[in-house]
């Protein structure tokens, strides 16, 4: 697991996305293609440290930031800057797709 990818709670949600650009993978243990994507969201993190943050957030941990989003399928991915939605996309993604969404954000 790498120290740059970030775990997010209903806790520090808020505060971990209110700046710059943050991408959060929306997952679930139970959910297989979830666990198909991590290793993309792993590597995702180490390429894109200082450019932008990745994050992790397990939905049956942080239900209230679960709800908020209306997150209903995973995995989801939502891409954030400054604390606000830009761009989401719902369904296992390769590395690529996901770079193109960071770097249309930034």
């Excluded at 808020?14 to 979830?34: M, N, Q, R, Y």
């Excluded at 450019?51 to 941990?61: N, P, R, T």
């Excluded at 369904?91 to 930034?106: C, H, N, R, V």
Aim: charged letters at 35%.
């Amino acid at each position: 697991m790498s120290e740059k990818l970030k775990h997010l709670d209903d806790e520090n949600f808020e505060a971990e996305i209110a700046k710059g650009v943050t991408l959060v993978d929306f997952f679930a243990d139970w959910c297989g293609p979830c666990r198909m994507m991590e290793p993309i969201i792993v590597e995702l993190a180490e390429e894109m440290d200082g450019k932008a943050s990745v994050a992790k957030l397990d939905i049956e941990a942080a239900q209230k930031v679960t709800t908020d989003f209306q997150v209903t399928s995973i995995p989801t991915v939502i891409v954030f800057r400054d604390g606000k939605e830009v761009e989401r996309v719902v369904g296992l993604k390769d590395k690529d797709s996901l770079k193109k969404l960071i770097e249309a954000a930034s």
